[in-house]
């Protein structure tokens, strides 16, 4: 939460203008509103903000934050699969699937930020 805010100011900083903020999390999202908030800007009059990972704090803020929905045990799962392979082989090329893509669900949860 106490890096959106500081992101937000930089941000408008540089880009005035700026219509819509995309967050690396709903924490962030957090506080990048409340930043908003000290700034008397409205959320999503004057910006948009949206978060990821879907978290409470999303559904607890005004406005609620729309945000990406992901299955983060599935991420955790299906990438430490191939790691905890490669280090009971003691085997460099058992690795290979780390650099190979996984794919997983998600939705966006719209809510009133946006």
């Known amino acids: 939460m106490s890096h959106g805010g500081p992101a937000m100011a930089a ?6 203008d700026t219509q819509a903020m995309m967050c690396v999390s709903d924490m962030s999202a957090f506080g990048a509103i409340m930043e908003c908030h000290r700034r008397g ?27 990406v929905s992901v299955d983060a045990y599935c991420i955790g799962l299906r990438t430490g699969a191939p790691l905890l392979t490669a280090l009971q082989e003691r085997d460099a090329s058992a690795a290979y699937e780390i650099g190979r893509r996984v794919h997983v669900a998600y939705k966006v949860v719209a809510r009133e930020s946006a």
């Open 11 to 16: 941000l408008l900083e540089a880009w005035p």
């Open 41 to 67: 800007m409205t959320v999503p009059d004057d910006i948009v903000v949206a978060g990821f990972g879907n978290f409470e704090v999303s559904m607890c803020c005004t406005p609620t934050i729309t945000t």
